[in-house]
């Protein structure tokens, strides 16, 4: 028998690498768009062209998180993410060795489907492994791994941008860009041939009646191998409970998703990432060059690259604390810090910027059209806006955007409800990945202040609309939500988790599992 994984911490930080295809994903574009040889070679793609060539992927995403649960369903979590990895190998291949801007796109929108697939199905994968106590530590693993994704990729364009004469000469080599789009494939290759050593989703093994396995899977990750731990007794009871409720509701799992009590938990999770999206966090990664050029402080590449590292640093906190502290502070304290910098950062460049005009322009700064010229203190405070925005984010919205609609849905919804937040999560990435260059070049500093009321308008969501799910079990989300308690009220009960864990452990109920065949039966203590 091949040997299989067992600790928890390591099963999901291992999953999370698909997360880092994702912020692989982020910034495979930052770090050449100030190149000279990607400029040169792909005729100076500026707004509405370069907005296509970024939205490429979100696009090829979209739909690759749409068709993420049928994989997760039918073939497991586990094998819809190695899917997922020979996605992206096919489509680094042809980016790095892309002749023109139609090869880019194509590649980039194989790369979107995996990243469409990984990030809808890593995110139910580590939630139907982990307990409770740390679920929402182990799902913020994905943003955190996210967030290393984006650093690594950016500092191997930023190295490999110094080839030639670096990423000013005008005969700059076109390895510039192919090294970086290459170099991206390493974590996919890991992913999908580490997954053949780690174990599939307990739920969905019990999700196809293959109890046995599931069982072991669940002795393996909380009772030490041991299939009579309580706890791992426990958790099985609870789980073919709510499978067998699921299954006595005899309704499709597509009926069941537009299911008013099912319905409004869908429109949540999918408002949760269209929020992650709209607070214009990745906007801040994908164009976080031009940004930098307005500002006209340092050299752009090495000030966002600080951004990158904060963006990984301050992903630790929310990683450390979201289980004790709760997602709905996360979700509403998040929002209106980012809303309070995006309007700071607006109005300094308001009022200090002006027109980049033949004047001001120079080959540095020829993407932009609004300016802050030599002006130290307010440069330097619009960048720090930004590094405070990023830091705000990766300890709130960041993590919790991920960690919350992967929680909230039941067994028999939760594949396909989580990709469709998540299919909502790329529609808007694609949508601000290609509008924003051109609001960028046509707008300027009134592009922040729209993101700030997206932020504003986020802030009373969450307050009016997100309960607090920390503590509970996937399988008790359905008494947190119908409940019938307005979002701000905490939701208590004791868990059923820990009731049933009681009752087995003082000998008072019987749990048949199935092992080897035949059932095996805890037996209650004589009275």
Same mark, same amino acid.
């Given at each position: 028998?091949? !040997?299989?994984?067992?600790?928890? @911490?390591? /099963?999901?930080?291992? =999953? $999370?690498?698909? *997360? &880092?295809?994702?912020?692989?994903?982020?910034?495979?574009?930052?770090?050449?768009?100030?190149?000279?040889?990607?400029?040169?070679?792909?005729?100076?793609?500026?707004?509405?062209?370069?907005?296509?060539?970024?939205?490429?992927?979100?696009?090829?995403?979209?739909?690759?998180?749409?068709?993420?649960?049928?994989?997760?369903?039918?073939?497991?979590?586990?094998?819809?993410?190695?899917?997922?990895?020979?996605?992206?190998?096919?489509?680094?291949?042809?980016?790095?060795?892309?002749?023109?801007?139609?090869?880019?796109?194509?590649?980039?929108?194989?790369?979107?489907?995996?990243?469409?697939?990984?990030?809808?199905?890593?995110?139910?994968?580590?939630?139907?492994?982990?307990?409770?106590?740390?679920?929402?530590?182990?799902?913020?693993?994905?943003?955190?791994?996210?967030? !290393?994704?984006?650093?690594?990729? @950016?500092? /191997?364009?930023?190295? =490999? $941008?110094?080839? *030639? &004469?670096?990423?000013?000469?005008?005969?700059?080599?076109?390895?510039?860009?192919?090294?970086?789009?290459?170099?991206?494939?390493?974590?996919?290759?890991?992913?999908?041939?580490?997954?053949?050593?780690?174990?599939?989703?307990?739920?969905?093994?019990?999700?196809?009646?293959?109890?046995?396995?599931?069982?072991?899977?669940?002795?393996?990750?909380?009772?030490?191998?041991?299939?009579?731990?309580?706890?791992?007794?426990?958790?099985?009871?609870?789980?073919?409970?709510?499978?067998?409720?699921?299954?006595?509701?005899?309704?499709?799992?597509?009926?069941?998703?537009?299911?008013?009590?099912?319905?409004?938990?869908?429109?949540?999770?999918?408002?949760?990432?269209?929020?992650?999206?709209?607070?214009?966090?990745?906007?801040?990664?994908?164009?976080?060059?031009?940004?930098?050029?307005?500002?006209?402080?340092?050299?752009?590449?090495?000030?966002?690259?600080?951004?990158?590292?904060?963006?990984?640093?301050?992903?630790?906190?929310?990683?450390?604390?979201?289980?004790?502290?709760?997602?709905?502070?996360?979700?509403?304290?998040?929002?209106?810090?980012?809303?309070?910098?995006?309007?700071?950062?607006?109005?300094?460049?308001?009022?200090?910027?002006?027109?980049?005009?033949?004047?001001?322009?120079?080959?540095?700064?020829?993407?932009?059209?609004?300016?802050?010229?030599?002006?130290?203190?307010?440069?330097?405070?619009?960048?720090?806006?930004?590094?405070?925005?990023?830091?705000?984010?990766?300890?709130?919205?960041?993590?919790?955007?991920?960690?919350?609609?992967?929680?909230?849905?039941?067994?028999?919804?939760?594949?396909?409800?989580?990709?469709?937040?998540?299919?909502?999560?790329?529609?808007?990435?694609?949508?601000?990945?290609?509008?924003?260059?051109?609001?960028?070049?046509?707008?300027?500093?009134?592009?922040?202040?729209?993101?700030?009321?997206?932020?504003?308008?986020?802030?009373?969501?969450?307050?009016?609309?997100?309960?607090?799910?920390?503590?509970?079990?996937?399988?008790?989300?359905?008494?947190?939500?119908?409940?019938?308690?307005?979002?701000?009220?905490?939701?208590?009960?004791?868990?059923?988790?820990?009731?049933?864990?009681?009752?087995?452990?003082?000998?008072?109920?019987?749990?048949?599992?199935?092992?080897?065949?035949?059932?095996?039966?805890?037996?209650?203590?004589?009275?």
């Amino acid at each position: 028998m091949v !040997w299989q994984a067992s600790n928890v @911490y390591l /099963i999901c930080g291992f =999953a $999370a690498l698909g *997360g &880092g295809l994702f912020g692989f994903d982020i910034s495979s574009m930052s770090g050449v768009l100030g190149t000279q040889a990607y400029k040169r070679y792909f005729d100076n793609p500026q707004s509405y062209r370069q907005g296509a060539i970024t939205a490429s992927m979100p696009a090829g995403s979209l739909v690759g998180s749409l068709l993420s649960s049928f994989l997760a369903d039918r073939f497991s979590r586990k094998v819809a993410l190695q899917i997922s990895c020979g996605l992206w190998i096919l489509g680094s291949i042809l980016m790095c060795a892309a002749q023109n801007i139609g090869m880019l796109c194509t590649g980039r929108v194989i790369c979107g489907l995996c990243v469409g697939i990984a990030s809808s199905i890593v995110p139910v994968y580590q939630s139907e492994i982990a307990p409770k106590e740390i679920r929402g530590r182990v799902v913020s693993l994905q943003q955190w791994a996210i967030t !290393w994704g984006i650093l690594i990729q @950016y500092f /191997i364009q930023f190295g =490999a $941008a110094q080839v *030639g &004469g670096g990423p000013d000469d005008p005969n700059q080599p076109e390895s510039a860009f192919r090294i970086p789009w290459g170099i991206q494939m390493v974590p996919a290759f890991i992913l999908l041939v580490g997954l053949f050593f780690f174990p599939y989703s307990p739920r969905w093994l019990a999700s196809k009646d293959r109890w046995e396995e599931a069982i072991q899977v669940l002795a393996h990750l909380h009772g030490k191998g041991d299939v009579n731990h309580p706890r791992v007794l426990a958790e099985y009871q609870e789980i073919e409970e709510a499978l067998r409720f699921e299954r006595e509701q005899a309704s499709s799992s597509f009926a069941a998703l537009v299911e008013p009590r099912i319905f409004k938990r869908v429109l949540l999770g999918m408002s949760v990432q269209m929020w992650s999206q709209l607070c214009g966090m990745n906007i801040m990664m994908y164009y976080i060059v031009y940004i930098m050029e307005g500002a006209q402080i340092a050299s752009p590449l090495e000030t966002a690259s600080i951004q990158y590292v904060i963006n990984v640093v301050m992903t630790l906190p929310a990683i450390l604390y979201l289980d004790k502290f709760g997602r709905r502070p996360a979700l509403i304290f998040g929002s209106f810090g980012m809303m309070t910098w995006l309007f700071i950062s607006g109005a300094l460049q308001q009022y200090y910027g002006q027109p980049n005009t033949e004047e001001t322009r120079t080959s540095e700064n020829s993407d932009i059209t609004w300016i802050v010229l030599d002006n130290r203190p307010v440069s330097s405070a619009i960048v720090a806006c930004s590094y405070l925005f990023v830091a705000t984010f990766a300890t709130t919205m960041g993590p919790t955007s991920w960690t919350y609609p992967a929680e909230i849905f039941p067994s028999k919804v939760r594949a396909k409800a989580v990709s469709l937040s998540t299919a909502s999560n790329w529609f808007w990435n694609m949508v601000l990945a290609f509008g924003v260059p051109p609001l960028l070049w046509n707008i300027s500093y009134k592009m922040y202040y729209i993101f700030a009321a997206f932020n504003g308008a986020a802030f009373i969501h969450f307050i009016l609309l997100a309960p607090e799910t920390k503590g509970f079990t996937l399988e008790e989300m359905d008494e947190v939500f119908d409940s019938g308690l307005p979002a701000w009220k905490k939701f208590e009960k004791t868990s059923r988790l820990e009731e049933l864990q009681r009752e087995i452990e003082a000998g008072n109920l019987k749990v048949s599992a199935p092992i080897g065949g035949a059932p095996i039966t805890n037996e209650p203590k004589a009275q």
